[in-house]
C-alpha cells in the first residue's frame, strides 16, 4: 500500500548537515505515522525519529535530539531529516518506514513499521 524511497544521504564533514528526503507513494501515506531508522557497520538498527500521521508530534532519539528535525509534507508525501551537527558516529544506513497502523501517533519500535525504504547511506568523516 505504500511504497518508500530515500534519498539525499553522502559523504559530509564532521559538523556539517544533510537533508535526507523519503518519498512515498500510496493513498494512505497520509494517515500513517513516519519514522527513520538507522543501522551503523556491524551494529543492529536503532531508532531516529518518528513524527504522528498529523505531523503534530515528533520525537527523537536522545543520540540525536536537538540536531536533527523530522518532519513531512502531505501534500507531496515526503517526509524529511534534517541533519545537523553531524558527527561520524552518526554514520549509517538511513532507512524510513511508515506504520503499520493508520492514524498511530508514531513508535520508537520496529515492530509498529510494516513498510521500509530500502535505504541511503551517509557517511560522516573526522
Known amino acids: 500500500q505504500v511504497q518508500l524511497v530515500e534519498s539525499g544521504g553522502g559523504l559530509v564533514q564532521a559538523g556539517g548537515s544533510l537533508r535526507l528526503s523519503c518519498a512515498a507513494s500510496?493513498?494512505?501515506?497520509?494517515?500513517?505515522?513516519m519514522g527513520w531508522f538507522r543501522q551503523a557497520p556491524g551494529k543492529e538498527r536503532e531508532f531516529a525519529a518518528a513524527i504522528s500521521w498529523s505531523g503534530g508530534s515528533t520525537f527523537y532519539a536522545d543520540s540525536v535530539k536537538g540536531r536533527f528535525i523530522i518532519a513531512r509534507v502531505s501534500d507531496s508525501n515526503t517526509v524529511y531529516l534534517q541533519m545537523n551537527s553531524l558527527k561520524p558516529e552518526d554514520t549509517a544506513v538511513y532507512y524510513c518506514?511508515?506504520?503499520?497502523?493508520?492514524?498511530?501517533?508514531?513508535?520508537?519500535?520496529?515492530?509498529?513499521?510494516?513498510?521500509w525504504g530500502q535505504g541511503t547511506q551517509v557517511t560522516v568523516s573526522s
Open positions: 500510496g493513498r494512505t501515506f497520509s494517515s500513517r505515522a
Open positions: 518506514a511508515a506504520s503499520s497502523r493508520q492514524y498511530s501517533d508514531g513508535s520508537a519500535y520496529e515492530r509498529s513499521y510494516a513498510y
